[in-house]
Structure formats: C-alpha cells, structure tokens
C-alpha cells in the first residue's frame, strides 16, 4: 500500500511539472527549469533532439547560462523518484558533455556544484518508486546509480586538469629531449588509469532484469558503449607508446606501467565478456566494435621477471655509489664484487624463459612481442588528428580529440553530433 501511494503520488507530481511547462510555455515563459522539465518527461520517449541543440545554443550565446543550467539540473536530478526522469536527465547531461570541450564553463559549473555538495552523483542517492515491484526498482535504480557514477568518473578525468601531451620526437633529437619525453611518459601514466576506470564504469552499466527491456535504458547503453569504443582505443594507442619507451624510465615509472598493463589484461577479459552481450542485446552495429587484444599471461611474466632483474641492477648499482661516497679509494675487494657481478650479468640472463615455460623462444621476444600486442591495428592508423579513416575505422563515430586545452574531455563529439544523432537516434 505504501509503495502504491509513493508511485501515485510521485506520478502526480512529474505530471503538474509537465503541466506548468506546459503552460508557461504558452504564455512566453522559458527559462531553465522548462526546459529540463519538458526534456525529462516522464515517458517511454527518448530525450528530443530540439532540446540538446536549444541548450547548445544558449550556451554559446550566454556562457552564464550554464550556471543556471547545473542549478537547474541538481534540482531536477536530486529531487525526482521517477527512474524515468533520473535516466533522462543523465542522458541529458552526457549528450550535452560530448558537445562541449573540457574546460568549457559547463563542465566547470558541474565541478563547482559537486565541489559544494549540490549534487551527489557518487554516491548517487536515487530511489526508485514508481516501479510496480520492489525488483523492477532496484534494477531500474541500480542502472540509474551506475549511469551517474560513470559520469561522475568523466567529472573526476576533467578535474585532474590534463596537460598537452606533446608530439613524440625523431630518434636524432633523442639525446636534447630526453628529459621532455619522460615528462610526457608521466603525463601518459597519469591520464590511463582514468582510462581504465571510465571503461570499469561503463562495464558497471550492466542493466539486470526489467531494465533490459526499457527503450531509455536501451538508448542510454548506445551512448556508454561508444564511450567505451573511444576509450579502449585510445588506452591501447598510449599503452603501445609508453611499452616503447620502457627501458627508459624510471623504475617507478616502470612499475606504475606495469601494473597499468597487468589491469589491462584482467579488463580486457571482462571488456570482451561486455562486447559480446552488448551484441546479442542488438546495441549497436557489429561493425562498430573495436577488435579487442587478449594479453597473454606470458608476457606480464616475462614484463615482471625484467622488472625484477631492473630492480636487483638497481640495488647494486645504489650500493656501489653508496660505498663511492663514504670512500674515495676502492679496496681491491670491491674490485673482485663488482667484476664477479659483472660476470654473473654476462653469464645469467635476467628471463630464463626456457626453464620455466619450456618453450623455444627468448625473452626478448617475448617483450618485443608485449610491447606490440595491437598487431591487428596499425599504430599509425589508429588514431590520426583528422579522427578515424582507414578500413578498421568507426564511420562517424567518437573522436577523443587532442591535447589542446588545459583539460581534455572523455565525452567529446567533434564533428559527430550531426552524423551520428541523425543516423541513429532519429
């Protein structure tokens, strides 16, 4: 009876607010609220086109308008009971944020009011009550507390305030940039773990139950899934780069893309398990799919036997300079450690990959094998400043765009919206 009256109840109220905007539509009003209100309706209805390019174009005209619009969507968002209305103004807000660039005044205004505590979107505090059962509500408010989280973790990518990552250098000038190429291999270890939490939120959007049924949950999955083509995609592209360069950073810096590379190999399993329900679910065409590249388990072995042997090299070599330090003359029995450690480096590799795998191939192989593993794609080809445009590419689909502001967007549509909406959506 209780769960009767909160679904009457909250029907009725979502039905007045349509009536008001309704009304003051009418009569010439439009501000904010409408249109939020009008674009979340209540309905089985995907959210209109009209309203997403209305909300463009106030923002490019009236950057102040954005302020209005997070007030506007905290309001909507914290106060309704209707999944139905809490989908739709997630859908809202994440169309709207692959429009915009990453450190445009929208994203900003969503900062501030989540940094005041306006809004919560994790932990999302959504309740469904206007579900028949208690079991369509917790599988329509799980997918709901999902869907926010994912973008709550776009929110925290933005927030981390990225720098330009630069061109790589030509082998001659190897030598007088050095020291900028490291820094950008730090740059690209701090932006893949964002990479790799995005895709761990958007494997989280597993809708369970009723809502695999629902028209909206169906039209939000399109949207997350493209998120997710765009992020595996570009992950693989910086991970090939930053296993090039290995043997050249920094032990810690080894250690954080190792342990980048051995999630990624636990990831790409659950990816894959993702893909292939998301096809037999019918969302999106086949030919949209990236081609996903298990990592075998003997190349994080061999990676962690070299990084193992690195670490041993280091210990002795601090050792060395240690003893340096505390006496300028060496005994002659330093002399004999350091030639028999000497030996020991020209006798022993560092994988013996034969004694404990029992197959006929080298460790340098193998690691040049590891640092190669897109072998389907092409690096060159994978990404192009122009978008994607050779045969393995996504026709009109997502576009992580360059490092050319001071944060970068993992929702970005440059040059996407028109194709893509009106391919698909219309």
């Given amino acids: 009876m209780k769960r009767r009256f909160k679904k009457v109840y909250t029907s009725l109220k979502e039905q007045s607010y349509i009536s008001y905007a309704k009304i003051a539509s009418a009569a010439g009003f439009s501000d904010m609220n409408l249109i939020i209100i009008k ?67 929208l994203w900003n205004e969503l900062l501030w009011t989540r940094s005041n505590g306006l809004i919560s979107l994790y932990p999302c505090h959504f309740k469904d009550s206007t579900s028949s059962s208690s079991t369509c509500s917790i599988s329509y408010t799980r997918f709901v507390t999902s869907y926010a989280q ?74 997350i899934i493209r998120d997710s083509f765009v992020c595996y995609t570009k992950f693989r592209c910086e991970i090939v780069i930053v296993l090039e360069n290995l043997f050249e950073m920094s032990y810690r810096n080894c250690i954080a893309a190792f342990n980048i590379y051995k999630k990624a190999a636990v990831q790409t399993n659950k990816l894959c398990e993702f893909y292939e329900w998301c096809k037999a679910k019918g969302l999106c065409g086949y030919y949209e799919y990236p081609l996903l590249e298990p990592i075998p388990h003997i190349q994080i072995k061999a990676l962690g036997s070299y990084l193992s042997g690195m670490w041993q090299l280091t210990e002795s070599s601090s050792s060395s300079w240690s003893d340096q330090e505390s006496s300028s003359v060496f005994t002659e029995e330093d002399g004999r450690q350091q030639q028999h450690l000497k030996g020991n480096e020209e006798e022993k590799p560092l994988i013996d990959l034969e004694g404990e795998y029992n197959v006929d191939v080298s460790w340098e192989t193998v690691l040049e094998t590891s640092i190669s593993f897109c072998h389907a794609y092409d690096q060159s080809d994978l990404l192009s400043s122009n978008g994607y445009h050779n045969e393995h590419s996504f026709d009109g689909m997502w576009e992580i765009p360059t490092y050319n502001t001071a944060s970068y967007n993992p929702f970005s549509q440059q040059n996407y919206e028109s194709s893509y909406y009106g391919r698909i959506c219309s």
């Fill in 150 to 223: 994912l973008i709550d973790e776009a929110l925290n990518c933005v927030a981390l305030d990225c720098k330009k990552f630069k061109n790589q250098q030509h082998p001659e000038e190897k030598d007088e940039t050095f020291q900028e190429k490291m820094k950008e291999m730090g740059e690209i270890l701090e932006i893949l773990p964002q990479l790799q939490s995005i895709i761990d939120r958007v494997i989280d959007c597993y809708p369970i139950g009723v809502a695999t049924r629902s028209f909206i949950v169906q039209s939000a999955m399109k949207h």
């Fill in 39 to 105: 674009a979340t309706s209540p309905d089985d209805l995907p959210v209109h086109e009209k309203y997403i390019q209305h909300l463009l174009k106030l923002f490019s005209i009236s950057p102040s308008s954005c302020h209005s619009f997070a007030i506007s969507f905290t309001r909507r968002f914290g106060t309704t009971n209707s999944w139905r209305v809490a989908l739709k103004s997630l859908i809202l807000l994440h169309r709207l944020l692959r429009s915009v660039q990453g450190n445009s005044t």
